[in-house]
């Protein structure tokens, strides 16, 4: 099952639900994620966004946000709580994004960006 989901959209969309946020985001990094044998990975870091710009790339696994650490064997409530970590942030901040590449651990520095300003791609209907 495939998680369209960015890091700071106004309602987070897992498992086909909406989660309506109380204080909509405006923060976003441009990054598209999903669930894949337990780990949150990278499906697709949006063009032009501060996630592409940082250097983060399709296949990465989210393993840290600042000092929040990604559970092993991540359930959508783990996703949840990942993207909230994230979403938490408003446009300017600095936030850490640690990544695993393949068997290398890495670190990013990602500025958060206005979501408006970040062109997420339309989703496909079914």
């Given at each position: 099952m495939r998680l369209f989901v960015s890091?700071?959209?106004?309602?987070?969309?897992?498992?086909?639900?909406?989660?309506?946020?109380?204080?909509?985001?405006?923060g976003s990094i441009g990054v598209l994620i999903e669930i894949t044998d337990g780990k949150i990975v990278v499906t697709m870091p949006v063009e032009g966004s501060p996630a592409e710009k940082a250097g983060i790339k399709a296949g990465d696994v989210i393993v840290k946000v600042?000092?929040?650490?990604?559970?092993?064997?991540?359930?959508?409530?783990?996703?949840?709580?990942?993207?909230?970590?994230?979403?938490k942030h408003k446009p300017g901040d600095?936030?850490?994004?640690?990544?695993?590449?393949?068997?290398?651990?890495?670190?990013?520095?990602?500025?958060v960006a206005k979501r408006s300003e970040i062109k997420f791609p339309k989703k496909d209907k079914d």
């Open positions: 890091f700071a959209l106004a309602v987070l969309l897992v498992a086909g639900l909406a989660v309506q946020a109380d204080d909509p985001p405006e600042d000092d929040f650490k990604v559970k092993d064997n991540v359930t959508q409530e783990d996703l949840e709580a990942t993207v909230k970590e994230i979403v600095k936030i850490k994004i640690g990544i695993k590449r393949g068997d290398k651990d890495m670190t990013l520095e990602v500025t």
